[in-house]
T-cell receptor, first 111, second 114 residues
């Protein structure tokens, strides 16, 4: 997998937007950007993925820069339940099924 | 759908005993994955199935580990004999064919081998 770099931790106020950055400067043309999160004592949870266009679903938005070297996951209205470790992963589509998480960003949402 | 179901949620056993972990994937998902997570090694893929057939078991650490998927709604991961270093959280995940990169994880089984 192409290497990703994320800040180790960040705080966010409840009700505010949380913007989580991820650098992936060595990303290849066929590689997607995926975001997962893991809430304490739970299994990883898929959030969103994208190739080059911005994406939005019921959980979050994904903004990918034009050169694709970085991206930002946006949680529009963070709640206490969004406190988790967030993982940015770069993976090719096709038969590469192995998920491998780095250290991720520990997000703490505060009341 | 109830999501991926795993049982038991917690298992404590003595070294040398057989351990069987169970997983029910999301209905309609063609891929099933078994992962292990520890603080030291992070998340490791052990094996995955496609349409009940094991495709790649290269992540299975030793012959003590075995996995089966007798039908589309059930899979087991067995450790025999268990050792203290097998202590970890074991996750099962499933993925639909059309979006198999999106893996949906179960709550995990926390295994402690004493």
């Amino acid at each position: 997998d192409a290497k990703t770099t994320q800040p180790p931790s960040m705080d966010c106020a409840e009700g505010r937007a949380a913007n989580l950055p991820c650098n992936h400067s060595t990303i290849s043309g066929n590689e997607y950007v995926y975001w997962y999160r893991q809430i304490h004592s739970q299994g990883p949870q898929y959030i969103i993925h994208g190739l080059k266009n911005n994406e939005t679903n019921e959980m979050a938005s994904l903004i990918i820069t034009e050169d694709r070297k970085s991206s930002t996951l946006i949680l529009p209205h963070a709640t206490l339940r969004d406190t988790a470790v967030y993982y940015c992963i770069v993976r090719p589509t096709g038969n590469d099924y192995k998920l491998s998480f780095g250290a991720g960003t520990t997000v703490t949402v505060r009341a | 759908d109830a999501g991926v179901i795993q049982s038991p949620r917690h298992e404590v056993t003595e070294m040398g005993q057989e351990v069987t972990l169970r997983c029910k994937p999301i209905s309609g998902h063609d891929y099933l994955f078994w992962y292990r997570q520890t603080m030291m090694r992070g998340l490791e893929l052990l094996i995955y199935f496609n349409n009940n057939v094991p495709i790649d078991d290269s992540g299975m650490p030793e012959d003590r580990f075995s996995a089966k998927m007798p039908n589309a709604s059930f899979s087991t991961l067995k450790i025999q004999p268990s050792e203290p270093r097998d202590s970890a959280v074991y996750f099962c995940a499933s993925s639909p064919l059309w979006g198999w990169n999106e893996q949906y994880f179960g709550p995990g089984t926390r295994l402690t081998v004493t």
